[in-house]
């Protein structure tokens, strides 16, 4: 079956750095997805990865190694606003995002 | 604002009940998405339409309808729903079926069955 596993939860402190791992067991693979998610609100996309390495936007990095089927978020100097939920996603050979269950990161100040 | 709109925003209904959800979006896109949201759980997707047309159905229950009469609006009818159905309830859309589609979130209907 097809799987995405991320940690359920995480905290961290504000100004601090923290990085969200996500690895994907998929039949086949065509991009990875970060997306964030406010409590009570939509998902927003975050970062589109599809060839090995990182890439960076700001504050927030996201990295992937597609041999090792694994992926990290990096937000740098952390905001209290920035406490959400993280979902990665995976784009399979059928082109079907298939979901983790998201990450909700906690910042303290 | 990401440009998909959601009504309602909040839904309690009884289990004979019968209503709508709408999503409109106002993007130029042409494919458009249901998902479900549990708590702590992926989400899973539920119907996609494609130009219109729909492309996939995930064994969805038949008490989940789906409706979309031009590529701005998607309706998903709800009837003799189970409280196991209480969940928020996403619609997405995006450029087409395929490419990069990077998928757009409406803000979502939080649904109780009671």
């Known amino acids: 079956g097809q799987n995405i596993d991320q940690p359920t939860e995480m905290t961290a402190t504000e100004g601090a750095i923290v990085q969200i791992n996500c690895t994907y067991q998929t039949s086949g693979f065509n991009g990875l997805f970060w997306y964030q998610q406010h409590a009570g609100e939509a998902p927003t996309f975050l970062s589109y990865n599809v060839l090995d390495g990182l890439e960076e936007k700001g504050r927030f990095s996201s990295f992937l190694s597609r041999s090792k089927g694994y992926s990290y978020l990096l937000l740098k100097e952390l905001q209290m606003k920035d406490s959400a939920s993280y979902l990665c996603a995976v784009r399979d050979s059928n082109y079907q995002l298939i979901w983790g269950a998201g990450t909700k990161l906690i910042i303290k100040p | ?114």
């Not at chain 2, 458009?32 to 130009?51: C, I």
């Open chain 2, 1 to 114: 604002e990401t440009g998909v709109t959601q009504t309602p925003r909040h839904l309690v209904m009884g289990m004979t009940n019968k209503k709508s959800l709408k999503c409109e979006q106002h993007l130029g896109h042409n494919a458009m998405y249901w998902y479900k949201q549990s708590a702590k759980k992926p989400l899973e997707l539920m119907f996609v339409y494609n130009f219109k047309e729909q492309t996939e159905n995930n064994s969805v229950p038949s008490r989940f309808s789906p409706e979309c009469p031009n590529s701005s609006h998607l309706f998903l009818h709800l009837h003799t729903l189970q409280p196991e159905d209480s969940a928020l309830y996403l619609c997405a859309s995006s450029q087409d079926r395929e490419g990069q589609e990077t998928q757009y979130f409406g803000p979502g209907t939080r649904l109780l069955v009671l």
